[in-house]
Nanobody
Framework: QVQLVESGGGLVQAGGSLRLSCAAS????????MAWYRQAPGKQRELVARITSGGRTDYADSAKGRFTISRDSTKNTIYLQITGLKPEDTAVYCC????????????????WGQGTQVTVSS
């Protein structure tokens, strides 16, 4: 069983920065792709960024240049650094882990955290 717990969200003004964290419990953390998703009320969930066990990263077009995903295997934690926050970044940000190991990128994520709220005021 894998459990993911996010933290680091909050209320910030436009132009500010946040670093989100996702702590994973379980033995498969280093072997799987992990990702950050976000979802605003009334909108579909969207992929923000993903990272492999080897450190490969990919970003949504909307996240390039302002979002940085990283992974610390010694702490079983991934991070999402966000700079230049915009009101449209307001959403619940969730950490996810995929059990798929035989192709990339994975088509689904099997484990999800509860999410951390990011609210950006103008």
């Amino acid at each position: 069983q894998v459990q993911l717990v996010e933290s680091g969200g909050g209320l910030v003004q436009a132009g500010g920065s946040l670093r989100l964290s996702c702590a994973a419990s379980g033995s498969i953390f280093n072997r799987n792709v992990m990702a950050w998703y976000r979802q605003a009320p009334g909108k579909q969930r969207e992929l923000v960024a993903r990272i492999t066990s080897g450190g490969r990263t990919d970003y949504a077009d909307s996240a390039k240049g302002r979002f940085t995903i990283s992974r610390d295997s010694t702490k079983n934690t991934i991070y999402l650094q966000i700079t230049g926050l915009k009101p449209e970044d307001t959403a619940v940000y969730c950490c996810a882990l995929s059990s798929i190991t035989y192709y990339y990128p994975p088509s689904k994520y099997d484990y999800w955290g509860q999410g951390t709220q990011v609210t950006v005021s103008s």
